[in-house]
């Protein structure tokens, strides 16, 4: 149990344009999702904590309006890359956790995304 | 706020060969503790936590890590390592108590095992 899957596993896209990606629970419901980037040989950053029905909460330096996330459902969350540029090439992870105190956060496989 | 320093950021070891991924934190409150490992282009796995009670835990993979809050301390050691343990471990905490699950990694060890 506890499986989380993002979708695209990849994508490429052009400067400029924008790219949606999806984080959702297969067997829980989430009431908290999180998304961080990764760049190459270095650490999880953790970009925003989303609550399902609410805004989300960004960490101090990423930018709202073009990293635009909803977590809609119990179960997705999505991670919106507007206008992207070739600087938010990276490894997009997302995570998800089910209330309660003790609760474990669960990761997804990723998303590697380019911007040419 | 919290902070993880993993000291090594490369540990290569022989097969079979005993090894200590170290990892020290710092935090103004009582902290949850966590080990993760990822292969490559893949996410996080989580190996074993601390969340209170014995300061021995044992995780998957016959990987286990003590937790020491005198010298805020948390390394995983595994007695005998395979091929198939070579991968990055990331040390992570969050806050205990209230609402703060956020995770603070640490940068990383790349454990790489050698035939």
């Known amino acids: 149990g506890a499986v989380v899957s993002q979708h695209p596993s990849w994508v490429i896209c052009k400067s400029g344009t924008s790219v949606k990606i999806e984080c959702r629970s297969l067997d829980f419901q989430a009431t908290t999702m999180f998304w961080y980037r990764q760049f190459p040989k270095q650490s999880l950053m953790l970009m925003a904590t989303?609550?399902?029905?609410?805004?989300?909460?960004?960490e101090q330096g990423v930018e709202k309006d073009k990293f635009l996330i909803n977590h809609a459902s119990l179960t997705l969350s999505t991670l919106t890359v507007t206008s992207a540029h070739p600087e938010d090439s990276s490894f997009y992870i997302c995570?998800?956790?089910?209330?309660?105190?003790?609760?474990?956060?669960?990761f997804g496989p990723g998303t590697r995304l380019t911007v040419t | 706020a919290q902070s993880v320093t993993q000291l090594d950021s490369q540990v290569p070891v022989f097969e079979e060969a005993p090894v200590e991924l170290r990892c020290n934190y710092s935090?103004?409150?009582?902290?949850?503790l966590f080990w993760y490992v990822q292969y490559p282009n893949q996410g996080l796995q989580l190996l074993l936590k601390?969340?209170?009670?014995?300061?021995l835990v044992k995780g998957i993979n016959g990987f286990e890590a003590e937790f020491n809050k005198s010298q805020t301390s948390f390394h995983l050691r595994k007695p005998s390592v395979h091929i198939s343990d070579t991968a990055e471990y990331f040390c992570a905490v969050s806050g205990s108590g209230g609402s703060n699950y956020k995770l603070t990694f640490g940068k990383g060890t790349l454990l790489t095992v050698n035939p």
């Open positions: 601390y969340l209170s009670g014995s300061t």
């Open positions: 989303s609550n399902e029905g609410s805004k989300a909460t960004y």
């Open positions: 995570s998800a956790r089910k209330s309660g105190r003790f609760s474990e956060q669960y």
């Open positions: 935090s103004s409150v009582s902290v949850y």
